[in-house]
């Protein structure tokens, strides 16, 4: 072998000694999210609607039972994207190696009416980091309707390019129990109000579009929310006469916060799920946990935390920047994010369905009041 032809081949096979990790590595920091439990295929789609009253637009990301699709859905836009791997300090082009298991405006399934689940994100995040739990619930036979509620949420990029960044609607100089008390009164007056505001619009889509009209039960309505999330869901379901059941992801039942301001009592239906580190601290059980007198379940994951919930844990353990995937909190948070959707699904199966619940009404995995 010429001197030539021995130097390309050696250049050759230092490019592949290099290259080949590399490559191993770019395949496997991928994220293929959980495959929903249900039997129902799943579509999604994001609307914006328009509240002229409020001079107010909200962007409503769907998820639904849904006829088999051709065009996966994208995790999350690329702006959203951007936005939340500054946050979470993700590699920046993270959400595209995220795969859902949602197909992108497919149609909806022939059965139904389908029960309504309202789903509320908590403060500073976006509803996408919730795909899996919509995922999930959509796949059991739920039609799944997330708004984003700006300035709470993180960012709320809409379909013309423009944007709303989070921002403080609490006065940020103030005392603690000021500033608890406008964050009250932003949960009463402008969340739940958002939550009143897209019932009204679902109950027209459903009468009037084409797409949904008979595939939503608009008689049959349960809310989801974490953090702050969880607070408008526990507010919205004693409020709002339209629905019936609603589960709390460890979220105050104290708008604002203030230990001397009366918890949200609830007479319907009620799933408050804690982390471990929430339900150990003292009083909190007392303080957060009201619901009825029957039909209310306490739940306490074990290693779990308060985005536990979400699908943080699975997703920085994939693309965190300078970190490596890690086999033991990746179980942890798989074992979380399944067994809330699984709760949650059996939940709302019991109050919407008539299902059996056998995981809620066993004493021995959960306390039940």
Request: proline share 7%; net charge negative.
């Amino acid at each position: 072998m010429n001197k030539p032809v021995l130097w390309a081949a050696l250049l050759s096979l230092l490019i592949l000694v290099i290259l080949t990790p590399l490559a191993a590595q770019n395949r496997q920091a991928t994220l293929q999210l959980p495959s929903p439990t249900g039997c129902h295929a799943v579509g999604t789609m994001t609307v914006v609607l328009r509240d002229a009253s409020r001079n107010r637009d909200l962007l409503v990301t769907f998820w639904y039972p849904s006829q088999r699709g051709s065009v996966v859905a994208p995790y999350m836009d690329t702006k959203t994207a951007a936005a939340i791997a500054e946050d979470w300090n993700l590699q920046g082009n993270f959400a595209d190696r995220v795969r859902t298991n949602a197909s992108l405006g497919a149609p909806m399934e022939n059965g139904g009416p389908f029960p309504l689940l309202l789903l509320e994100h908590g403060s500073g995040v976006v509803p996408a980091i919730y795909t899996i739990l919509a995922e999930g619930l959509a796949s059991h036979g739920f039609v799944v309707a997330a708004t984003n509620h700006p300035p709470d949420s993180l960012i709320a990029v809409f379909p013309d390019g423009h944007e709303i960044r989070s921002q403080p609607y609490w006065p940020v100089n103030a005392d603690r129990r000021t500033q608890g008390i406008a964050i009250g009164r932003f949960a009463e007056e402008v969340l739940v109000a958002d939550v009143r505001f897209v019932l009204d619009k679902l109950e027209e889509m459903s009468a009037r579009e084409p797409f949904w009209h008979g595939h939503i039960d608009m008689t049959k309505i349960g809310i989801v929310g974490h953090s702050m999330g969880g607070t408008t869901a526990a507010l919205a379901t004693k409020e709002e006469r339209r629905i019936s059941a609603g589960v709390n992801l460890d979220g105050s039942t104290f708008p604002g916060m203030n230990d001397d301001v009366r918890p949200v009592q609830l007479h319907k239906p009620l799933l408050f799920i804690a982390t471990e580190e929430h339900a150990s601290e003292p009083g909190t059980r007392a303080r957060e946990y009201s619901g009825s007198e029957s039909n209310t379940y306490y739940v306490t994951v074990p290693g779990s935390d308060h985005l536990s919930f979400t699908d943080k844990r699975l997703v920085q353990n994939r693309f965190l920047i300078e970190s490596q995937a890690n086999n033991i909190s990746w179980e942890s948070g798989l074992l979380t994010v399944e067994a809330t959707r699984s709760l949650i699904a059996e939940f709302f199966g019991k109050y919407l369905k008539g299902n059996p619940a056998p995981s809620l009404d066993l004493p021995v995995h959960v306390d039940q009041k």
